[in-house]
């Protein structure tokens, strides 16, 4: 157990101070807080483990995502990082929860090395009122501690870096690596595992916002497909941007804050993620400008996973408590650089649950090192890595929540499959849908404008593309049609069809035979 520590719950102000006077970091133009952390910028799914017991060796979903480790070699490592604490001058400590409902309330106690990773803990998970503090017992703990390594040989992990789960004892373990959204992964993770098998509750790596009438949307989508961007809309109440819960009564954030991109940000672009960045908010591994103190978030010589995390109330139109009904709508994004899928279609329940388990993107050339052409990527529940359970169990849990229906309107819940990718042709070739035609896409299905027009079938991915949208053109509705070249399309899309099926071959010993038969079918 770690020792007392005087830095238990310090303010930011506080914090900020200590890092700066520590030489961690260094302030911006915006009075954001500068980090560099180190080797690791972005997380190491490789090096996540749960440990293997009595109660995971049966539930979990054992393979190369949710690695298995033995109590053993959790135990070694946690009493090297205790030992290790103890020992420091200095570790900083914070309470805090994850769950913005009561009921499912987790309380989270974070200890940390360094100051600004107590800080990121403070900005990225709910704060306690002063008086919920006074009794604050804690439901899990996080001990985060970069310094701290393995020992391949000792400790059975993959290198020197590494995240433990472990459910029996409630605690996550990490070392080796100082990038903070393990920290926020790993309780992520945590309520993936807790609230659908404990509470039949779907958890949710989406963002979630409200109209003005209360109704709720929820935007799932990988990096790169406009989930942020889409989300944070002025005209709507954000709930969150990252993780959801969606309870029998209603949806409800897990976090407290945002933890954004910055590559390339501006502030025509998201204009309520750039004013978010000041005093309070963490930049994480951001160049600068020739001054010294300005962001250049062009600058990808760190890397290109540049971060900034703030409270959520650095954003002023926010839902109160992080709460919303049960959603309306629900949009899956997908950036489709092949140009095949259409700008926007409607999904049936067993389509939704289908491309809800494919989870499906494109890479394009030059995100990552060696990638030339398209790269069609699959990722479960657009959340794989986070997935203690087999993804067709949380798809169980979305066919049942969308059956139940909505609360408000109609009480139907639409699901949405939208393309914010390439029209006309692949990348190299055709051009990426203009970012206000899927606003006005979107903006025609919250309204309910999109229920009162005629559909057509796009075949192979029978998939329904409505034939009008306000402030869209008819033109680009299918995509088939928006190529010089018919038969070049055919030919695309057939081998996107089958890089869905493959994919999808994991999945078809535990999905229902409806939800295979939703997906592109090759007859």
Same mark, same amino acid.
């Given at each position: 157990?770690?020792?007392?520590?005087?830095?238990?719950?310090?303010?930011?102000?506080?914090?900020?101070?200590? !890092?700066?006077?520590?030489?961690?970091?260094?302030?911006?133009?915006?009075?954001?807080?500068?980090?560099? !952390?180190?080797?690791?910028?972005?997380?190491?799914?490789?090096?996540?483990?749960?440990?293997?017991?009595?109660?995971?060796?049966?539930?979990?979903?054992?393979?190369?995502?949710?690695?298995? @480790?033995?109590? #053993?070699?959790?135990?070694?490592?946690?009493?090297?990082?205790?030992?290790?604490?103890?020992?420091?001058?200095?570790?900083?400590?914070?309470?805090?929860?994850?769950?913005?409902?009561?009921?499912?309330?987790?309380?989270?106690?974070?200890?940390?090395?360094?100051? =600004?990773?107590?800080?990121?803990?403070?900005?990225?998970?709910?704060?306690?009122?002063?008086?919920?503090?006074? $009794?604050?017992?804690?439901?899990?703990?996080?001990?985060?501690?970069?310094?701290?390594?393995?020992?391949?040989?000792?400790?059975?992990?993959?290198?020197?870096?590494?995240?433990?789960?472990?459910?029996?004892?409630?605690?996550?373990?990490?070392?080796?690596?100082?990038?903070?959204? #393990?920290?926020?992964?790993?309780?992520?993770?945590?309520?993936?595992?807790?609230?659908?098998?404990?509470?039949?509750?779907?958890?949710?790596?989406?963002?979630?916002?409200?109209?003005?009438?209360?109704?709720?949307?929820?935007?799932?989508?990988?990096?790169?497909?406009?989930?942020?961007?889409?989300?944070?809309?002025?005209?709507?109440?954000?709930?969150?941007?990252?993780?959801?819960?969606?309870?029998?009564?209603?949806?409800?954030?897990? #976090?407290?804050?945002?933890? *954004?991109?910055?590559?390339?940000?501006?502030?025509?672009?998201?204009?309520?993620?750039?004013?978010?960045?000041?005093?309070?908010?963490?930049?994480?591994?951001?160049?600068?400008?020739?001054?010294?103190?300005?962001?250049?978030?062009?600058?990808?010589?760190?890397?290109?996973?540049?971060?900034?995390?703030?409270?959520?109330?650095? @954003?002023?139109?926010?839902?109160?408590?992080?709460?919303?009904?049960?959603? #309306?709508?629900?949009?899956?994004?997908?950036?489709?650089?092949?140009?095949?899928?259409?700008?926007?279609?409607?999904?049936?329940?067993?389509? *939704?649950?289908?491309?809800?388990?494919?989870?499906?993107?494109?890479?394009?050339?030059?995100?990552?090192?060696?990638?030339?052409?398209?790269?069609?990527?699959?990722?479960?529940?657009?959340?794989?890595?986070?997935?203690?359970?087999?993804?067709?169990?949380?798809?169980?849990?979305?066919?049942?929540?969308?059956?139940?229906?909505?609360?408000?309107?109609?009480?139907?819940?639409?699901?949405?499959?939208?393309?914010?990718?390439?029209?006309?042709?692949?990348?190299?070739?055709?051009?990426?849908?203009?970012?206000?035609?899927?606003?006005?896409?979107?903006?025609?299905?919250?309204?309910?404008?999109?229920?009162?027009?005629?559909?057509?079938?796009?075949?192979?991915?029978?998939?329904? @593309?409505?034939?009008?949208?306000?402030?869209?053109?008819?033109?680009?509705?299918?995509?088939?049609?928006? =190529?010089?070249?018919?038969?070049?399309?055919?030919?695309?899309?057939?081998?996107?069809?089958?890089?869905?099926?493959?994919?999808?071959?994991?999945?078809?010993?535990?999905?229902?035979?409806?939800? $295979?038969? *939703?997906?592109?079918?090759?007859?």
């Amino acid at each position: 157990m770690i020792k007392s520590t005087n830095n238990h719950n310090l303010q930011p102000a506080v914090l900020v101070e200590k !890092t700066i006077a520590n030489g961690q970091g260094k302030m911006s133009n915006t009075g954001a807080l500068v980090i560099n !952390t180190g080797t690791f910028t972005g997380r190491s799914p490789q090096d996540r483990f749960i440990v293997k017991d009595d109660i995971t060796k049966d539930t979990v979903d054992w393979g190369a995502i949710n690695i298995p @480790i033995d109590q #053993e070699s959790y135990q070694k490592l946690y009493e090297k990082m205790i030992n290790y604490a103890n020992g420091c001058e200095e570790i900083y400590s914070r309470d805090a929860y994850a769950c913005a409902s009561v009921k499912y309330r987790l309380n989270v106690r974070v200890h940390t090395e360094y100051p =600004w990773q107590n800080m990121f803990a403070y900005n990225m998970f709910l704060r306690p009122s002063s008086k919920e503090l006074a $009794t604050f017992s804690p439901d899990w703990e996080v001990f985060a501690f970069p310094t701290v390594t393995a020992d391949p040989s000792i400790h059975n992990t993959r290198q020197e870096n590494f995240a433990i789960i472990n459910f029996t004892e409630k605690k996550i373990i990490i070392g080796g690596t100082a990038y903070t959204g #393990e920290i926020k992964k790993g309780i992520f993770s945590v309520l993936n595992y807790v609230l659908p098998t404990n509470n039949n509750i779907l958890s949710m790596h989406c963002s979630a916002n409200v109209g003005a009438s209360g109704d709720t949307a929820l935007f799932f989508g990988l990096s790169g497909t406009g989930k942020t961007t889409l989300s944070n809309d002025p005209e709507r109440r954000l709930i969150g941007d990252d993780e959801h819960g969606w309870a029998t009564s209603s949806v409800f954030n897990f #976090e407290g804050g945002c933890y *954004a991109k910055t590559i390339d940000l501006s502030a025509n672009k998201e204009p309520q993620i750039f004013a978010a960045i000041k005093f309070g908010a963490i930049l994480e591994n951001i160049g600068f400008q020739e001054d010294g103190c300005t962001p250049d978030y062009s600058d990808v010589s760190i890397t290109q996973n540049t971060r900034v995390s703030y409270p959520i109330y650095h @954003i002023d139109n926010i839902m109160y408590k992080s709460r919303g009904d049960l959603p #309306e709508n629900i949009f899956f994004l997908t950036c489709d650089a092949f140009g095949v899928l259409p700008p926007i279609s409607k999904l049936t329940k067993e389509q *939704a649950m289908y491309h809800f388990i494919s989870g499906y993107t494109a890479k394009i050339a030059g995100t990552e090192v060696g990638i030339t052409e398209p790269k069609a990527t699959f990722s479960a529940c657009f959340g794989a890595p986070f997935l203690p359970l087999h993804a067709t169990k949380y798809a169980k849990i979305l066919g049942e929540k969308i059956d139940a229906g909505s609360k408000i309107g109609d009480g139907k819940i639409n699901v949405w499959l939208i393309n914010t990718g390439w029209t006309g042709g692949s990348f190299g070739e055709g051009s990426r849908i203009e970012l206000s035609y899927t606003r006005a896409m979107i903006k025609a299905a919250l309204n309910g404008k999109l229920n009162k027009v005629e559909y057509q079938n796009l075949d192979l991915f029978n998939l329904a @593309i409505p034939t009008e949208c306000p402030d869209v053109p008819n033109a680009i509705l299918n995509p088939r049609p928006t =190529w010089r070249n018919g038969e070049d399309y055919d030919k695309v899309a057939l081998n996107l069809a089958n890089l869905f099926i493959d994919n999808f071959k994991d999945f078809e010993a535990e999905a229902d035979p409806k939800i $295979t038969a *939703a997906g592109p079918q090759l007859s």
